[in-house]
């Protein structure tokens, strides 16, 4: 192998950016995992919810925008947290975005191996998982571009489909206004026992974590950077185009399939978005839409694997990153010739492809509990966003730099980080209090632990401080 390459390949555009983001996010979460959060809170508790989480992201996404436009790096989150927060912090930070992704990336795997059974029903889900892995390697070991050009085509399919939802929604909610009248559309909505909280209002506290799950991967952006062209003019370009449309995108979707899907046919099990489209009635079609489950089900098999093919990038990402600050074995700072760090790569496809042995035993209730580590793991990674970023903030003014020079500067600071801090907060302490995702916080408790640990542990071998 030629490892002539020194540096990442800075081949990705504004484009590219901006679809990175939207495959990071748009993917298991809305696609299937919206039918479970509405199940649990009730149509109007996921709407709050999905709302706390877009807030918590736009705050976040502010403070990191400011932090990726100065400090271009792939190693992102914890290259900031290592500078400004402290060594071990950075140090867990990395293993932290890692094993999200790379526990995420499993997910998606699973998911997809399950909705494959919709049309070969007698075909094992890991030959599924198999595939998509073989798919999601070839796509990131060739180049930084091939691997962006892929996502945007991937990308720009859910997207397209998803704005075709909305679309196909309002007007099925028109016609359903006209049909049934005003209160047929909101009749979902309310409950004779519970009200408009079925389920009491800590369910929607319960489900902020696994909303939060639904967003994880527009932050991916914040590593794509680093090898992206003109990082100080694009970045703040791609936060702006996205964040909005996202947020849009989430509640949108969430508001119509509440409309047509009624709590107890919610589940995790089947997409929502197939359900509503089976059952929705439009001018002409009064028996849903031909061959809706086929379609949509193509439609969230590919976003699935664009999310898989983002996540495995930043798994891979952040190995290189704990190499190049010493913090890792050297041979995983190594690129190919087409400066793809190849090693970091193999180990995080190697480790995803634990949905293998999980696809076997009840996969249903091990997606809930992974979503739980993977939700809880982002939350602290979030967090030290925005701690990274206030701290930055003060060091920069108090070296006496001026805000002008800033590329990007983050509104409202620190007010800014403080509505990321607590919302994460928020969620956290929510989720405590649901039974289903307590194994799943306890587990990223002691895994934090032991990766400051290990940071002591292995300080002197890999030359941390150095």
Aim: include cysteine.
């Amino acid at each position: 192998m030629d490892n002539d390459k020194k540096s990442l390949v800075r081949d990705i555009k504004l484009r590219h950016l901006m679809m990175i983001a939207f495959g990071g996010a748009i993917g298991t979460g809305l696609f299937v995992g919206t039918g479970g959060n509405i199940h649990q809170a009730g149509p109007l508790g996921t709407l709050i919810a999905y709302a706390i989480g877009g807030v918590i992201i736009y705050s976040i996404m502010l403070s990191l925008g400011e932090l990726a436009s100065y400090f271009p790096h792939t190693g992102s989150f914890g290259d900031y947290a290592y500078r400004f927060i402290g060594p071990a912090t950075g140090y867990t930070i990395f293993w932290l975005y890692w094993i999200g992704w790379v526990i995420s990336v499993g997910v998606e795997y699973i998911a997809i191996g399950l909705l494959m059974q919709y049309w070969f029903p007698g075909v094992p889900v890991y030959w599924w998982v198999i595939v998509c892995a073989g798919i999601v390697f070839l796509l990131n070991c060739f180049s930084v571009k091939v691997f962006a050009e892929g996502e945007f085509i991937l990308s720009l399919i859910k997207t397209i489909a998803v704005i075709m939802f909305l679309i196909i929604g309002l007007v099925g909610i028109c016609y359903h206004f006209y049909l049934n009248g005003l209160m047929a559309v909101f009749q979902n909505f309310y409950f004779q026992e519970g009200g408009f909280f079925p389920n009491g209002i800590g369910a929607v506290f319960g489900t902020i974590l696994v909303v939060i799950f639904a967003f994880a991967g527009t932050e991916i952006i914040g590593v794509a950077v680093g090898e992206t062209k003109n990082p100080a003019e694009v970045m703040p370009k791609a936060i702006k185009a996205t964040l909005v449309r996202l947020i849009t995108f989430f509640l949108g979707s969430v508001f119509v399939i509440s409309v047509f899907l009624p709590m107890n046919d919610s589940t995790i099990s089947q997409s929502p978005f197939v359900s509503v489209l089976e059952r929705i009635q439009l001018p002409f079609l009064h028996n849903g839409i031909p061959y809706a489950s086929s379609i949509m089900n193509f439609i969230i098999i590919t976003a699935l694997i664009s999310t898989a093919n983002s996540g495995l990038y930043g798994a891979s990402r952040m190995i290189y990153g704990l190499a190049e600050k010493k913090m890792y074995f050297p041979v995983f700072s190594k690129l190919n010739k087409r400066g793809t760090p190849i090693y970091a790569l193999y180990l995080s496809m190697i480790f995803s492809l634990v949905a293998l042995f999980t696809s076997v035993f009840a996969p249903e209730s091990v997606i809930e509990a992974l979503i739980s580590i993977i939700s809880f793991t982002l939350i602290i990674v979030w967090m030290s966003v925005s701690v990274s970023q206030y701290i930055f903030r003060r060091k920069y003014l108090a070296q006496g730099n001026s805000l002008k020079d800033l590329p990007y500067k983050t509104p409202f600071t620190p007010i800014t980080q403080i509505i990321g801090i607590l919302g994460c907060c928020i969620g956290a302490i929510g989720a405590l209090f649901d039974s289903h995702q307590q194994l799943g916080i306890l587990a990223s408790i002691i895994y934090i632990i032991l990766c400051y640990l290990l940071y002591f542990l292995t300080k002197d071998k890999f030359n941390h401080s150095k």
